[in-house]
């Protein structure tokens, strides 16, 4: 009787250990619905051909976005100035172009990155170690010092006027650039694809995990031997670089860059496109930065006051009723729609 | 006067009264940051909205400067009671990122509003005529309205430091900020002790919104144009510090009034600079508590 | 013979407070040491001191013989030293299986891999479920740890501690919250603790002090008021005084 018992208990012990590993093995499996992003990006040339140039714009904020995310929607890291690693990705190819005559796109944009993300190593190191209102003051003053230092030195910068006019050789020296912004399109959509690629890579690995262990309970991390530190100036780092590409395809796509890709107005932006979507989930920057900027194109023609009310409006309402963004507020309706349909 | 001294004396003084509006609009955020924990971003809103109020009464009723910054000071500080009964109150145990974000949509929503009714052109104030002009110290003579400035910010300044330090209810809010647990252990009503200095810190905010219309001309972005200024203040100063925004204000006002004079083109960086440097070597400002 | 674990001359101060005096302590391998005083005595602060929580006024903390006072509290973790806390520190959102998987991740350098996915390393998860499975933990696998009831949070605590195969371990408190029909699973997890490790556990139930423990330390504001084996600590009339009012006993 006793041998039988312990013989079902270990049949049942086996069945839920191998549940369980399983849904770890498979966890960063491709699901289908995540090709509907792609797909809906690839038809919107066909549908909206005339709206490639905001298709490229659209395309490069879910980029940024995607950066943020990394570190405020995994780590945990709270920054209103993350639009000084865009803004040094997008000087640092405006300045290749004219002073080193490097033109050559694709390169450009790795270039920009590794400016950024060296320039993140080194400010995070420094930075990281605070947290709460010392680390946001800091985040924001690092921003408006390369802001108002690219404006002292406005003779090499361009000041807020910026570097017009820039040129930039063709796509693998074959693919002309139209005044349609057809090329940027598909410039913009591969370089996201490698991004996301490369993004999701990480947030499912073993260091992924860990970032979320620290942004769930710091100390904890401390106490198991994690070098807690040293992975957030990475994550910091690896998404300053991420910034810092999206900022180089910004310049390359609009052949134009001013200081004022440095804004406040613009860390806040991609910031509340970011929660609006919703944090820590990557389709968050999707689907913020598309909602956002669809609306912002629409709404804030008609009438720039009603459009920053509403936003003001929403960040309100978002914090009182949707900490989790769309993405959350989809959650919450697929689990009613789940609970009615159990018996 | 030699002119070296006289541009010294001119960075002493228009830094001086930087400071003071600084500090006078500042200090309500950095004690209600420092006993709530609250992220209050909508803190420049209030001042904004001080100043469109002033704007109201001096030129649609033509009530006197004076009494109307004390109009707005005492009428903000009550509009704002139900702001934080009703809103804020819910988000004290929120995370940082919540906080930040209610306060941001709130100033945004009132920038938009107000636009709407005053339209985005600076506005400015008729002053009275002792206001207009210079007073006359023998050795040089002083703007009169930043000089009013001035004294007004070193009444206020003895004011608060006698609330705070030698009264009963000020001795409550030190000891709030110090340790909050152990305050409310003690029969201490924080909640009510928060509504109030909220209110206080409100009010004052109104105050030198109105007193910034004269000094840099008042549009609904003041709310976060300033924001960022009025956040470095207290960051640097220490969250809850009397003491520790004083110094801040003082420090950020002269070096700032200087930096502009002596090299217009570098804009805030010295601010900014400043910022960073105090920040990494107190993280916790001036006089924060770790 | 190296302690397992030094403690020299330790002190603290907040300020006029000197909230740890001149305490000493020591620990040899396989050691069952009970730290015990009136509440506010500051045993969780002499555990945060050890781990690195906080940096000592003065004095001295030994690991295995190396002096670790200016370590980092990640260093120690890595070199064997492992704490619970009075309070449940876990990761709430997370399944139970991540939160063992996260700590034995950490422990052998796995969490610098950026590449591969989180299940790539079959060990790791094998070596998740086996603990889990030690302490009657499995079902619970991939329940969120905020779902499970208090007890059996205090339970994958432990789980974590003992995943970083500490040489070290200190227990603060581990039945503390723990409704008392439960207590019974913590209290067997303490006894089948592998021999070879240096337990120092922080108790207020004398029961569980006198079956656990086989050397017992008395703080009393701060400093070491006394130290013995259990038999002895309990015939001392002055720790009975310091206790008045706190005791446990039962017959």
Redesign the interface.
Known sequence: MAASESMTRSVAGEAARSRAAEFLLRRHYLRWPEALPWLIAVGCFFVFPDRMTFGSQLLIMIMFALSLDLILGYAGIVTLGHAAFFGLGAYTVALASIKLGWTEPISGVFFGGAVAGLVGIVVGWFILRYRGLTLLMLTIAFAAMLQEGGNIRSDFTGGYDGLPGLTFDPLLGHFQYDLYGHTNYWYALAALAVVFFVVRRIVYSPFGQALTGIRENVRRMHSIGSPVHRRLVTVYAISAAIAGMAGALFTQTNAYVTLTVFDFDASAKVMVILILGGTGRLYGAFLGAAVYMIFEDKLSKMSPTFWQFGIGLLLVLAVMFARRGLLGVGDTIRRKLAGRRAP | MSHAANIVISILFDGLAYAMFLFITSVGLSVT?GLMNF?NLAHGAFAMVGGYIVVSLTRSLGIDFVPALVIAAVLVGFISVPFERLLYR??YK?T???Q???T??????????F??FYGPIPKSVPLPHWLEGDINLGFRAFPSYRAFLIIVGAVLVTVLWYAFERTNIGARIRAAVDNRRMAESVGINVDRLFTLTFAVGSGLAALGGGFAIQLFGLTPYFAVLYL?LF??V???GG?GSLKGTLLAALVIGIIDTGGKYM?P?????FV??I??VV??IK??GFYGRE | MTAALEVKDLNRSFGALRVTRDVDLSLEKGARHALIGPNGAGKTTLVNLITGVLKPSSGSVLLNGDDITGWSQAERARRGLARTFQINQLFRGLTVLENLCMTIGERDGNCNNMWRSAGAKRAVIDEALDRLEALRLVDDALKLVRELPYGRQRLVEIAMALAQKPRVLLLDEPAAGVPSSETHLILDVVAALDPDIAVLIIEHDMDVVFRFAREISVLVQGAVFTKGTPDEIRRNEKVREVYLGQEHHHG
Do not use: K, R, W
């Not at chain 2, 941001?104 to 509003?113: D, E, K, N, Y």
């Not at chain 2, 083109?265 to 960086?269: R, Y």
């Open positions: 940051m992220v819910h988000l929120a940082d990122l919540e930040v974000l209610l941001i949509g709130l100033a945004f929503m009132a920038i938009a509003t636009t709407y960022v956040l470095i207290v960051a640097t969250l090299f083109q570098a804009g805030n960086f900014y600079l910022t960073v920040l990494l993280p916790a």
